[in-house]
C-alpha cells in the first residue's frame, strides 16, 4: 500500500477543501492516488450534499448587480442554513458571481439558472453541489429579478444584505440623470421601498381584486365596530384613502420628511433638475420571503 504523507494529504485538502481527515480517508481508498482521491471526494461529497439539500435554508445574502449606465440591473437571493456562512468571503464571493452570471447568461427563471454553466465551467447546480460538500450547509437559489430599465436604476442595501431594492427612476431629461442631485432621488426612492414596502407604484396600479377584498374587510370591520349601516361606506371610503397611503409608493409620505409624499418629493426634486421625474418600477427583496411563503402554503 502506498504511504499517505501529511504533504499529500494537504495537496488533497487544498485542491478539494474536504477535511484532512476526509482527504487521509479518500487517499487510503484510492491507494495514494492523488487524482482518484479527488474522485472519491467528489462521489461523497454529492452523496453528502444530497443529503443536506432537505435541510432549511432561512438565512443567507440578496446580492445586487447595476450596469455602469444603469440600465441593467439584477437582484438574486442566495440561502443558506447560518448566518455564520452568509458572511463568509467565499459565500459572498459567490452572490456576487451569481448576480453577474444572471447579468450575463439572463435565465428564464431559477431552474434555468440551475442548468446555466459558470465561468469556471460546471453548471450552477454542479457549482452549488460542491460548495455544499465543501461548506457542509445546504444552499439555494431561489429567485432573482434582472431588471432593464425604462429610465435609470438605483439601488438600496440594508446593512447585512439581507434587504435589497432596485427602482427604475425615469427623468423627462436624460441630462439630468447624470446629476449629483439624481443619485440623491435613487438613493432615496429605494431606500423609500426598503423602509415602506409598497405593493404599487401608484393608483392606477392597484388591481380591482385587491381593491375590493381591501373594501370588504373595511367594510366588516366598520359593521363590527358597531357603525351605522348608512354612514358604512363613508366610512371605507376614508380608509380606504389611508390604504392607498400605505401600498402605492408615490402616495406614501416619505421616510425623511413624512408631510411629504413621494409623488411631491419627486415634483420637487424634478423641478431643481428642470425635469419631470417618474417610477417606472421597482423590486424588493428580503432573505427568507420565499421560505415563509412556502411554508405558509403547506400549512
Keep these: 500500500m502506498a504511504e499517505i504523507t501529511a504533504s499529500l494529504v494537504k495537496q488533497l485538502r487544498e485542491k478539494t477543501g474536504a477535511g484532512m481527515m476526509e482527504c487521509k480517508s479518500a487517499l487510503v481508498e484510492a491507494n495514494g492516488d492523488l487524482a482518484e482521491a479527488e474522485v472519491v471526494l467528489r462521489k461523497r461529497g454529492m452523496a453528502s450534499a444530497a443529503k443536506k439539500s432537505a435541510r432549511s435554508a432561512k438565512q443567507g445574502l440578496i446580492g445586487v448587480q447595476i450596469s455602469a449606465e444603469g440600465k441593467l440591473g439584477v437582484l438574486v437571493?442566495?440561502?443558506?442554513?447560518?448566518?455564520?456562512?452568509?458572511?463568509?468571503?467565499e459565500f459572498q464571493q459567490m452572490v456576487a458571481s451569481m448576480g453577474a452570471l444572471i447579468a450575463e447568461k439572463a435565465p428564464a427563471d431559477a431552474a434555468a439558472l440551475m442548468a446555466t454553466p459558470t465561468a469556471e465551467g460546471p453548471a450552477v447546480e454542479e457549482m452549488l453541489k460542491s460548495k455544499i460538500a465543501k461548506i457542509?450547509?445546504?444552499?439555494?437559489?431561489?429567485?432573482?429579478?434582472?431588471?432593464?430599465?425604462?429610465?435609470?436604476?438605483?439601488?438600496?442595501?440594508?446593512?447585512?444584505?439581507?434587504?435589497?431594492?432596485?427602482?427604475?427612476?425615469?427623468?423627462?431629461?436624460?441630462?439630468?440623470?447624470?446629476?449629483?442631485?439624481?443619485?440623491?432621488?435613487?438613493?432615496?426612492?429605494?431606500?423609500?421601498?426598503?423602509?415602506?414596502?409598497?405593493?404599487?407604484?401608484?393608483?392606477?396600479?392597484?388591481?380591482?381584486?385587491?381593491?375590493e377584498k381591501e373594501k370588504d374587510i373595511q367594510r366588516a370591520r366598520a359593521?363590527?365596530?358597531?357603525?351605522?349601516?348608512?354612514?358604512?361606506d363613508k366610512v371605507v371610503e376614508g380608509r380606504m384613502a389611508k390604504y392607498y397611503e400605505e401600498v402605492c409608493l408615490l402616495e406614501q409620505p416619505f421616510i425623511k420628511e413624512n408631510s411629504v409624499t413621494i409623488s411631491q418629493y419627486l415634483a420637487d426634486k424634478?423641478?431643481?433638475?428642470?425635469?419631470?421625474?417618474?417610477?417606472?418600477?421597482?423590486?424588493?427583496?428580503?432573505?427568507?420571503?420565499?421560505?415563509?411563503?412556502e411554508e405558509t402554503a403547506a400549512e
Design 270 to 293: 424634478g423641478k431643481a433638475l428642470g425635469a419631470t421625474l417618474g417610477v417606472a418600477g421597482y423590486v424588493r427583496f428580503k432573505v427568507g420571503e420565499t421560505g415563509a411563503s
Design 77 to 89: 437571493e442566495v440561502n443558506c442554513e447560518s448566518d455564520f456562512v452568509a458572511r463568509t468571503e
Design 136 to 211: 457542509g450547509e445546504n444552499m439555494v437559489i431561489p429567485r432573482f429579478a434582472r431588471c432593464e430599465a425604462a429610465g435609470v436604476l438605483g439601488s438600496y442595501v440594508h446593512p447585512g444584505s439581507q434587504l435589497a431594492v432596485l427602482v427604475d427612476v425615469t427623468s423627462s431629461d436624460a441630462a439630468a440623470t447624470a446629476k449629483p442631485e439624481f443619485a440623491e432621488v435613487l438613493h432615496d426612492i429605494a431606500m423609500q421601498v426598503a423602509a415602506a414596502d409598497p405593493k404599487f407604484v401608484s393608483k392606477d396600479e392597484v388591481t380591482a381584486e385587491y381593491l
Design 223 to 232: 359593521l363590527a365596530e358597531g357603525k351605522p349601516e348608512k354612514i358604512v
